[in-house]
Nanobody, 126 residues
Framework: VQLQASGGGLVQAGGSLRLSCAASGYTFSNYVMGWFRQAPGKEREFVSA????????YYQDSVKGRFAISRDNAKNTAYLQMNSLKPEDTALYYC????????????????????WGQGTQVTVSS
């Protein structure tokens, strides 16, 4: 199993980035996909998740209205479109996969995910 996150970079506040997560080695369309982030000195935190068919999504309050999660099951890829970026969005962003939706409490917990990518750095300058 491999999850390859990409698309990070350095952007000014107010700018946009689109992260991608390419999956292989498992049946991508059967899994919930999530995005997490971890800033230096802080715990890994939930950002967003999407159901296997894209029919349901969930966001951390601080990114609602600015970030949009999506997926393309034909390409085995999940995306995180990030708009109106703020310096506090600076972090290493990870994609992850879990078998079932499980409810919001489950989605928030990194330990509940089965597979993880290696992370892509997002830096937002003020």
């Amino acid at each position: 199993v491999q999850l390859q996150a990409s698309g990070g970079g350095l952007v000014q506040a107010g700018g946009s980035l689109r992260l991608s997560c390419a999956a292989s080695g498992y049946t991508f369309s059967n899994y919930v996909m999530g995005w997490f982030r971890q800033a230096p000195g802080k715990e890994r935190e939930f950002v967003s998740a999407i159901t296997w068919n894209g029919g349901n999504t969930y966001y951390q309050d601080s990114v609602k209205g600015r970030f949009a999660i999506s997926r393309d099951n034909a390409k085995n890829t999940a995306y995180l479109q990030m708009n109106s970026l703020k310096p506090e969005d600076t972090a290493l962003y990870y994609c992850a996969a879990r078998r079932n939706w499980g409810g919001t409490k489950v989605l928030l917990a990194p330990a509940q995910y089965d597979y993880w990518g290696q992370g892509t750095q997002v830096t937002v300058s003020s």
